[in-house]
């Protein structure tokens, strides 16, 4: 009987201690990054957020700016348009992301939006 008894404490502990050993542990970080508006020259075009990857990003654009500005964000290989009066919603997941302004005014200066980027990571 006491060598059963030590058997299944010693079994117990020995499975604890391997249970524990194979937890893995995760850690999350948020971030968040607020690209003010910005004024672009008349005709001129300027890059706004340089190519980075996120393993998840919400891109929250306010539309706050001018509707002549045009934002080109490219997420991996695809690229798509928003105007400066749009309010918008990107999810980006295991992507890269790069954002250019264009005022396509050629006479006067225009404003960029207000642009929020809320991502997560973890390892």
Do not use: C
Not at 23 to 32: C, E, L, Q, R, V
Not at 63 to 89: C, F, H, M
């Amino acid at each position: 009987m006491v060598r059963e008894i030590a058997a299944g404490v010693l079994g117990g502990l020995i499975g604890a201690g391997l249970a524990r050993a194979t937890t893995p542990t995760i850690t999350i970080t948020s971030n968040k990054e607020r690209i003010s508006r910005r004024s672009v020259e008349a005709g001129e075009s300027i890059t706004l957020k340089p190519a980075a990857t996120y393993k998840f990003a919400i891109i929250l654009f306010h539309g706050d700016g001018d509707s002549q500005v045009r934002l080109d964000i490219v997420k991996g290989a695809t690229t798509i348009s928003v105007y400066g009066n749009e309010q918008a919603i990107e999810i980006l997941a295991n992507e890269s992301l790069s954002i250019i302004a264009v005022n396509e005014d050629t006479t006067r200066l225009r404003d960029t939006p207000t642009i929020e980027i809320l991502s997560l990571s973890w390892s």
